[in-house]
């Protein structure tokens, strides 16, 4: 069995990261700097979505800018599952999951599951999402803050959630790289004090249609190589560069996807079924029989967890008592290469790389620093 991989909170996670960039540019908001970010006047982050550690390792050769990088790197964890809305919460808001109730891809809210990527238009991000962002904490402090992202992200409900604060950059094909970098460096010079956040999507999405083994997925990493070396060079020299992912990812072949209502005894006493493939969150009256039972049916393929025992696990971090309902009353983490799909949400069967549980793969990214020193 995989070694689980717990997140480091308070220690080196994407909770980290924002505070010590503000310890530099805004002193006066009280945050620490535990990673050690060099010290500067300018910062820009690019999250690259599902740029994990082990993958960037693996590809090395394929990616010469990242790589050069790669050895004084911060290894960090992503937070709970590790899946993008909870990751981007986390990075934005500097909190657990427990704390910023962004407790998953999908989780239980209104009395049914709903998709934190998509949002739900019944959910006002201001209230369901309670933590203030760092963006918006160095915004109200002079900082000039800036997000630049692809313009169908404005206002939505996630963004609102997780990354409110920022002036708002709209990037409306995000094939343009020459027009992505632009914008950065000139969001990054329109302040004296400035931080810009830049998201990059496409290695995800590959990823998930192809496999994070697929030399499709390869090709994109040689040109999200090729954009950011272009950023580095074209910002200002006393700029730092910080370079991070949201989660890792593994591929499941098509015999390793275990259908839950088609596998006897896994969907007996189930309410709502949660998360997605690799972190399954399950709603239930009986989470004791429900959780016994996918013990003995899954065996090694799968840690099976009580939410009390996660929680004590420090899976979720601290956990305020209006989140924990979100959390599933059992949650799963799948191991090695499995995951467990649901009829209910048919459009999971396509996906080849997934990512969700606390394997070394999916929990760990790096943290690459450029300071151009």
């Not at 098509?254 to 399954?280: C, K």
């Not at 899954?298 to 929680?311: H, S």
């Not at 059992?330 to 191991?335: D, H, I, K, N, S």
Request: aromatic share 6%; charged share 25%.
């Amino acid at each position: 069995m995989a070694r689980l991989i717990p997140p480091e909170y308070g220690r080196r996670t994407l909770a980290e990261v924002l505070p010590a960039v503000a310890a530099h540019l805004s002193p006066e908001l009280g945050a620490q700097d535990v990673l050690g970010l060099p010290p500067a006047s300018r910062y820009v982050l690019v999250m690259v979505d599902g740029l994990g550690h082990q993958l960037l390792s693996r590809d090395r050769a394929r990616a010469p800018y990242l790589s050069g990088l790669l050895d004084d790197a911060l290894v960090l964890t992503t937070a709970v599952p590790s899946t993008t809305a909870t990751s981007l919460t986390t990075l934005g808001t500097g909190c657990v999951p427990g704390q910023h109730g962004i407790v998953g891809y999908s989780f239980r809210a209104l009395g049914e599951v709903i998709n934190a990527l998509t949002w739900d238009d019944r959910l006002d991000p201001l209230t369901f999402q309670p933590q203030p962002t760092w963006l918006q904490r160095m915004s109200e402090a002079g900082i000039t803050v800036s997000t630049v992202s692809l313009a169908d992200f404005e206002g939505s409900g996630l963004t609102g959630a997780a990354l409110r604060g920022p002036t708002f950059v709209r990037l409306d094909d995000e094939l343009d790289d020459d027009a992505r970098v632009n914008r950065v460096v000139a969001a990054s010079r329109a302040g004296q004090r400035s931080l810009v956040y830049a998201y990059e999507r496409r290695l995800d999405h590959t990823g998930h249609g192809k496999g994070c083994g697929s030399e499709d997925w390869r090709a994109v990493l040689d040109g999200t190589d090729a954009w950011l070396e272009q950023l580095r060079n074209a910002l200002d020299p006393a700029t730092v560069l910080l370079i991070t992912g949201d989660h890792g990812m593994v591929d499941v072949p098509s015999e390793h996807q275990l259908v839950i209502e088609d596998t006897p005894g896994l969907a007996s006493g189930l309410d709502l079924i949660g998360g997605e493939g690799r972190f399954r969150q399950l709603y239930t009256e009986r989470p004791d029989e429900v959780a016994a039972r996918w013990r003995r049916r899954l065996g090694e393929r799968a840690v099976v967890r009580l939410r009390e025992e996660a929680i004590e696990d420090g899976w979720f971090g601290e956990v305020a008592d209006r989140m924990a309902p979100r959390i599933g009353d059992v949650v799963v983490a799948l191991q090695g290469t499995w995951a467990l799909m649901t009829l209910s949400k048919p459009g999971e069967f396509t996906l080849v790389g997934q990512h969700g549980s606390l394997t070394a793969e999916e929990m760990c990214v790096p943290l690459l620093v450029d300071s151009f020193d």
